[in-house]
């Protein structure tokens, strides 16, 4: 789940950017992504955990910069990561 958070940070970031056109800002994003994510034991109650777990995935969406900085040392997520030698 962190790899796909932080492999999509532009994208979500330029979704909630906008969210006055897209009506996507980060709570809505959360709610969409959170069950995913992040899914719910069927023995837990599905209504309060869903909730943290909303809550949870907002802040990472909010907070992208602090939880990942950028890093030029660090791995690069490309679409193709393979090369093909012509």
């Known amino acids: 789940m962190i790899s796909f958070l932080k492999s999509r940070k532009i994208s979500f970031d330029s979704l909630s950017e906008y969210s006055d056109e897209n009506m996507m800002d980060a709570s809505n994003l959360a709610s969409c992504l959170a069950p995913t994510l992040m899914p719910i034991p069927e ?44």
Do not use: S
């Open 43 to 86: 023995d837990k109650d599905q209504v309060q955990y869903l909730t943290h777990t909303i809550e949870l995935i907002r802040t990472m969406i909010v907070h992208h910069e602090e939880i990942f900085p950028v890093n030029d040392d660090g791995p690069v997520y490309e679409k193709f990561a393979i090369t093909i030698p012509m």
